[in-house]
T-cell receptor, first 116, second 111 residues
Framework: GAVVSQHPSRVICKSGTSVKIECRSL??????MFWYRQFPKQSLMLMAT?????????EQGVEKDKFLINHASLTLSTLTVTSAHPEDSSFYIC????????????FGDGTRLSIL | TQLLEQSPQFLSIQEGENLTVYCNSS?????LQWYRQEPGEGPVLLVT?????EVKKLKRLTFQFGDARKDSSLHITAAQPGDTGLYLC???????????FGAGTTVTVRA
């Protein structure tokens, strides 16, 4: 089955630090990757959609300068949380889908980000 | 407002009982997916339904897609403690490419 690897799984860092999270599709080419944020016991909230070789599309209310997304290849997308603050602490999850209609999204295992 | 209304929000049952989770919408979906998520992990895809009226079975889990492709249900027969988790429905509304998620159903199966 399709495997999406997300790294790191957990980050604890000081306020003001920038943190990079990687999302890789291991056995398929992902033309589109998605970044989500999830609060405890809640559903996933889409932050942005990233397409290989083009700028990411951000959802309303998501600061593009705060959450930098790069999708440099068909198997890798990165999310950088710049100058992170405690309110950025959350569970961040990426997903990837292959080419073609009705392709399901396959999710990474998420990154627990804790800003002190 | 969420495009997909998922219910119930919480479900706590005894081992061996049956349960059903519902996802309803006024929008038409080109496909609908069900995921299960455990704490600290990403959602794991259980099934994708595409055709109106489609029924898919995965061992003790039965998934149904409404005839009009606006709603879906997940039925678990003889639930086991291993079925405990957060169940999420997610649909691709026509003609969008972005998944719309339901609010999730936290299922707890007591031994």
């Amino acid at each position: 089955g399709a495997v999406v690897s997300q790294h790191p799984s957990r980050v604890i860092c000081k306020s003001g630090t920038s943190v990079k999270i990687e999302c890789r599709s291991l056995d398929f080419q992902a033309t589109t990757m998605f970044w989500y944020r999830q609060f405890p016991k809640q559903s996933l909230m889409l932050m942005a959609t990233s397409n290989e070789g083009s700028k990411a599309t951000y959802e309303q209310g998501v600061e593009k300068d705060k959450f930098l997304i790069n999708h440099a290849s068909l198997t890798l997308s990165t999310l950088t949380v710049t100058s992170a603050h405690p309110e950025d602490s959350s569970f961040y999850i990426c997903s990837a889908s292959g080419q073609g209609p009705n392709q399901p999204q396959h999710f990474g295992d998420g990154t627990r980000l804790s800003i002190l | 407002t969420q495009l997909l209304e998922q219910s119930p929000q919480f479900l706590s049952i005894q081992e061996g009982e049956n349960l059903t989770v519902y996802c309803n919408s006024s929008s038409v979906f080109s496909s609908l997916q069900w995921y299960r998520q455990e704490p600290g992990e990403g959602p794991v895809l259980l099934v994708t339904v595409v055709t109106g009226g489609e029924v898919k079975k995965l061992k003790r889990l039965t998934f149904q897609f409404g005839d009009a492709r606006k709603d879906s249900s997940l039925h678990i027969t003889a639930a086991q403690p291993g079925d405990t988790g957060l169940y999420l429905c997610a649909g691709l509304p026509e003609p969008d490419y972005k998944l719309s998620f339901g609010a999730g159903t936290t299922v707890t199966v007591r031994a």
